[in-house]
């Protein structure tokens, strides 16, 4: 079991910020996001960046992410994520009862991002294991045995490649949350 990202998910999501000299998490960040809109503000906010063909694409959605959550404008990678898990008929587009769930993903998936750049300490866009492995050290939890960390790291690893990308990240975070 991965003490580490239960804890760190625990950490971030409790709107507590995370004790350690690269942390990015801002308390203030987390408790202003408001996920939950009424169907009425969501057809507005979708209505004031659809350019008038019924769908959003991606440009739209990351200007309308700008100036409705500021504090996520930034965060491409989280962004990019939530817009490809609201596009469920896949033809990259979202369309309004798709919009909503955009704005409900983008918090989850902003968090996961900070947590993600917490551990990839050399800013190399993917976590290595001693990566990995330096995050339990830094949270206090290295008292698990190294065939241990293995195991949660190649559960991560879904291509092999000996590195856990953020997609890969975010796909084992899911299956986690659903356990």
């Known amino acids: 079991m991965c003490f580490l990202l239960k804890k760190y998910l625990f950490t971030v999501c409790s709107d507590q910020p995370i004790q350690n000299n ?37 440009a739209e959605i990351e200007r309308a992410i700008i100036n409705f959550y500021p504090q996520f ?42 947590v993600f750049e917490e551990l990839d300490t050399n800013d190399d866009h993917r976590i290595s294991f001693q990566e990995f492995k330096k995050g339990f050290e830094l949270l ?22 000996n590195y856990v990308l953020f997609d890969e990240f975010c796909m084992y975070m899911a299956h986690r949350q659903m356990q």
């Open 22 to 58: 690269r942390s990015k998490v801002s308390t203030t960040q987390v408790i202003s996001f408001r996920t939950s809109m009424s169907k009425e503000e969501v057809r507005q906010l979708f209505e004031k960046f659809d350019n008038g063909n019924g769908h959003l694409s991606l």
């Open 140 to 161: 206090g939890e290295d008292n698990s045995d190294e065939e241990s960390l293995k195991e949660e790291f190649n559960a991560m690893d879904s291509n092999d490649g």
């Open 73 to 114: 404008g930034t965060n491409r990678k989280a962004i990019l994520r939530a817009y490809k898990a609201a596009d469920t008929s896949g033809n990259g587009f979202v369309e309004l009862k798709e919009f909503n769930k955009i704005v409900q993903l983008l918090k989850q998936y902003d968090t996961i991002s900070k």
